[in-house]
């Protein structure tokens, strides 16, 4: 296995722990009303999605940073792992709009906090997707060659 192969797989395993925890506790504690309300929950939320953001960006920047570890293959499948990132960050923009359009639609307005759990959704997104498109290119060009 490729460094970079390892660590998006390390990385993507870091990332799916992190948001599951993020969610896990986002449910248990009451949902958006709490976020909303309660200083410390947000806390807690914000402390698990800048950990878990901060590990990723660590091991990927550790291994993208070694040019011994890191070749023209590399580059290459870094360059299509964008690729997916850029889908899975659209798809999830769309998943957004539909499902918050269609809660609130007879409010008429979509509370202000999910500005921010939209945002940190799609940076998480953008983390995982990146990890799960170096893999899936590394699986492709093995495939294909």
Do not use: C
């Amino acid at each position: 296995m490729a460094p970079l192969q390892r660590r998006a797989l390390y990385s993507l395993v870091i990332g799916v722990i992190f948001a599951v925890a993020l969610i896990v506790v986002f449910v248990t504690r009451g949902g958006i009303t709490t976020f909303h309300e309660d200083h410390g929950f947000r806390a807690i939320v914000y402390s698990l999605w800048i950990v878990g953001l901060a590990g990723n960006l660590l091991l990927m920047n550790f291994t993208l940073r070694k040019p011994v570890e890191f070749d023209e293959r590399d580059r290459l499948i870094v360059e299509r792992a964008q690729r997916i990132q850029l889908w899975a960050v659209i798809f999830s923009l769309v998943a957004w709009n539909i499902g918050l359009t269609e809660v609130y639609y007879e409010q008429g307005q979509i509370p202000v906090t999910f500005a921010f759990i939209i945002f940190m959704s799609i940076l998480i997104v953008i983390n995982l997707a990146q990890s799960a498109g170096i893999l899936v290119s590394y699986w492709r060009g093995i495939n294909n060659d």
